[in-house]
C-alpha cells in the first residue's frame, strides 16, 4: 500500500467514528473494527495476514508515539529520537541509523505527544515545553515543544532494557574480561563504595545490575532511581522512585528526598541509579555514617573526569571545595569507567582505586585494571 491509501484509510476512520484522534476510540476492538470497515469501503482485496498488517500500521496512527510505535517494539532498538515529524533516528546495537518513519505533520506528532503524557496528568504546550516521563513498559521519554523548538517537538525514548545481561556474555564478548570482573566482585564482597562511569549508552546500568547480584543475602539494598531502569538480582532488595511535579497541586519528590527516606529503611547499602546534582552530597552523608558498599553511576569519560564532576555536584549543595574533596577521599573506593567505540562495542575500560589527598587539595588514584590502549587484551596495572 501506499502512504496516500493509508492517509485515506486514516480520514474514513475518523469519518467514520466521529471522534477526534487520542479519544477512547485507541483502546482496542473499536478502532480495529473501524480501520477494517475503512480497509473494506476503500475496496481493497487483502488477506488474512495483509488486513492485519495494515490494521497495525493503521493503530498505530492513532495510539502511543504514533508511527514511531513499531520502533519502540523493534528489540535490538535502545533509543529513538524523533527530530521533527520528518526526521527520525534510532541507535540499534549501538550505532546511530535514520528510520523510514514520519509524522504527516507538526500537529501530529505533537498530539503523538500528548496521547502519552496527558494520561500521566502531565502537560505539553506552550506554558509546559517539556516534559520527562516515563512509559508503561519503563522506557524514559523526554519531550521539547514550542516556543524551544522551532521545527517541531523533540522526541528522546531511552528504551527500557527487557533482556538482561550475565558476566558470562560480556565476558564472551570481551566487555569485560574475566580478570576485571574477578576485581569488581571482590570489591562487593568487601563492601567497597563504586561508582561507575561512562558517556550515554555505555552500558553503566547494565553494569551496575550485574554489581548487585554479588550482594549476599544477609544484605539489605535500598534502591533509589529515577525510571526502574535496574534489574537488581539480589535477594533482599526494596525500590524508591522519584516523582516528577504534576500538572496541579502534586509536588514532585526528588532524589534527596528519597535518600533520606532510605537512611530511615535500616539499608545496608543504598543504590542511587545516577547522581547528576546535589544529591551526591546525601550519598557522601549515607557512606560517611556507615552504610558501606554504596553505588551509583555518573556521566564522565574517565576516573579524573567523573572525580571533578563529583565535585561540581557536591558545590551545588553549598559545601566549600575543601570540603567536598575531604568526603569524596574519605568515602569513595572505585570508580569504574566504561566506553563504546564507533562501531557501538561496549567494553570495560579503567578501574581506578581512590587513594585520598594529595597535598591537602588534590585527589589521587590509581589504575586497578586498565584495558590496553593498543589491543583488546587487558593489563593489570
Request: proline fraction near 5%.
Given at each position: 500500500?501506499?502512504?496516500?491509501?493509508?492517509?485515506?484509510?486514516?480520514?474514513?476512520?475518523?469519518?467514520?467514528?466521529?471522534?477526534?484522534?487520542?479519544?477512547?476510540?485507541?483502546?482496542?476492538?473499536?478502532?480495529?473494527?473501524?480501520?477494517?470497515?475503512?480497509?473494506?469501503?476503500?475496496?481493497?482485496?487483502?488477506?488474512?495476514?495483509?488486513?492485519?498488517?495494515?490494521?497495525?500500521?493503521?493503530?498505530?496512527?492513532?495510539?502511543?508515539?504514533?508511527?514511531?510505535?513499531?520502533?519502540?517494539?523493534?528489540?535490538?532498538?535502545?533509543?529513538?529520537?524523533?527530530?521533527?515529524?520528518?526526521?527520525?533516528?534510532?541507535?540499534?546495537?549501538?550505532?546511530?541509523?535514520?528510520?523510514?518513519v514520519t509524522y504527516p505533520d507538526?500537529?501530529?506528532?505533537?498530539?503523538?505527544?500528548?496521547?502519552?503524557?496527558?494520561?500521566?496528568?502531565?502537560?505539553?504546550?506552550?506554558?509546559?515545553?517539556?516534559?520527562?516521563?516515563?512509559?508503561?513498559?519503563?522506557?524514559?521519554?523526554?519531550?521539547?515543544?514550542?516556543?524551544?523548538?522551532?521545527?517541531?517537538?523533540?522526541?528522546?525514548?531511552?528504551?527500557?532494557?527487557?533482556?538482561?545481561?550475565?558476566?558470562?556474555?560480556?565476558?564472551?564478548?570481551?566487555?569485560?574480561?574475566?580478570?576485571?570482573?574477578?576485581?569488581?566482585?571482590?570489591?562487593?564482597?568487601?563492601?567497597?563504595?563504586?561508582?561507575?562511569?561512562?558517556?550515554?549508552?555505555?552500558?553503566?546500568?547494565?553494569?551496575?545490575?550485574?554489581?548487585?547480584?554479588?550482594?549476599?543475602?544477609?544484605?539489605?539494598?535500598?534502591?533509589?532511581?529515577?525510571?526502574?531502569?535496574?534489574?537488581?538480582?539480589?535477594?533482599?532488595?526494596?525500590?524508591?522512585?522519584?516523582?516528577?511535579?504534576?500538572?496541579?497541586?502534586q509536588t514532585g519528590v526528588g532524589?534527596?528526598?528519597?535518600?533520606?527516606?532510605?537512611?530511615?529503611?535500616?539499608?545496608?547499602?543504598?543504590?542511587?541509579?545516577?547522581?547528576?546534582?546535589?544529591?551526591?552530597?546525601?550519598?557522601?552523608?549515607?557512606?560517611?555514617?556507615?552504610?558501606?558498599?554504596?553505588?551509583?553511576?555518573?556521566?564522565?569519560?574517565?576516573?579524573?573526569?567523573?572525580?571533578?564532576?563529583?565535585?561540581?555536584?557536591?558545590?551545588?549543595?553549598?559545601?566549600?571545595?575543601?570540603?567536598?574533596?575531604?568526603?569524596?577521599?574519605?568515602?569513595?573506593?572505585?570508580?569504574?569507567?566504561?566506553?563504546?567505540?564507533?562501531?557501538?562495542?561496549?567494553?570495560?575500560?579503567?578501574?581506578?582505586?581512590?587513594?585520598?589527598?594529595?597535598?591537602?587539595?588534590?585527589?589521587?588514584?590509581?589504575?586497578?585494571?586498565?584495558?590496553?590502549?593498543?589491543?583488546?587484551?587487558?593489563?593489570?596495572?
Amino acid at each position: 500500500m501506499t502512504a496516500i491509501d493509508l492517509e485515506r484509510i486514516r480520514q474514513r476512520v475518523v469519518q467514520d467514528s466521529a471522534l477526534l484522534i487520542g479519544s477512547h476510540l485507541s483502546n482496542g476492538p473499536q478502532l480495529r473494527a473501524a480501520i477494517a470497515r475503512a480497509v473494506r469501503a476503500e475496496g481493497l482485496l487483502l488477506d488474512e495476514r495483509g488486513l492485519a498488517a495494515v490494521v497495525r500500521e493503521m493503530s498505530d496512527l492513532f495510539t502511543g508515539l504514533g508511527p514511531a510505535e513499531r520502533l519502540l517494539r523493534d528489540p535490538d532498538v535502545t533509543d529513538v529520537m524523533i527530530n521533527g515529524p520528518s526526521d527520525v533516528w534510532i541507535e540499534r546495537r549501538g550505532r546511530l541509523e535514520r528510520a523510514d518513519v514520519t509524522y504527516p505533520d507538526v500537529a501530529s506528532l505533537h498530539a503523538a505527544v500528548l496521547r502519552v503524557v496527558g494520561p500521566l496528568g502531565l502537560r505539553f504546550d506552550r506554558a509546559h515545553p517539556t516534559v520527562d516521563t516515563r512509559l508503561p513498559d519503563g522506557s524514559r521519554l523526554h519531550a521539547v515543544g514550542a516556543p524551544l523548538a522551532a521545527d517541531g517537538p523533540l522526541v528522546t525514548v531511552r528504551k527500557f532494557a527487557t533482556i538482561g545481561h550475565t558476566w558470562g556474555q560480556l565476558e564472551a564478548d570481551g566487555s569485560v574480561p574475566a580478570a576485571a570482573r574477578q576485581v569488581l566482585r571482590e570489591a562487593v564482597l568487601q563492601r567497597r563504595a563504586i561508582v561507575c562511569c561512562g558517556r550515554t549508552g555505555t552500558g553503566k546500568t547494565t553494569l551496575l545490575g550485574l554489581l548487585l547480584g554479588e550482594v549476599t543475602d544477609t544484605e539489605r539494598v535500598v534502591l533509589v532511581e529515577d525510571a526502574p531502569e535496574l534489574r537488581p538480582q539480589c535477594p533482599h532488595v526494596v525500590r524508591l522512585e522519584t516523582r516528577p511535579p504534576g500538572a496541579g497541586s502534586q509536588t514532585g519528590v526528588g532524589f534527596r528526598d528519597l535518600i533520606r527516606q532510605a537512611l530511615r529503611m535500616r539499608p545496608d547499602r543504598i543504590v542511587v541509579g545516577e547522581v547528576r546534582g546535589a544529591e551526591l552530597v546525601d550519598v557522601l552523608q549515607a557512606l560517611a555514617t556507615g552504610h558501606e558498599g554504596c553505588m551509583t553511576t555518573v556521566h564522565a569519560r574517565a576516573a579524573d573526569e567523573a572525580l571533578v564532576r563529583m565535585e561540581g555536584m557536591a558545590l551545588l549543595a553549598g559545601l566549600p571545595l575543601p570540603a567536598v574533596r575531604s568526603q569524596l577521599a574519605v568515602c569513595l573506593d572505585l570508580i569504574v569507567v566504561l566506553d563504546r567505540d564507533l562501531d557501538g562495542r561496549r567494553h570495560l575500560r579503567q578501574i581506578a582505586q581512590v587513594d585520598g589527598l594529595a597535598d591537602g587539595d588534590r585527589m589521587r588514584w590509581h589504575d586497578l585494571w586498565r584495558r590496553s590502549a593498543t589491543a583488546d587484551t587487558p593489563v593489570a596495572a
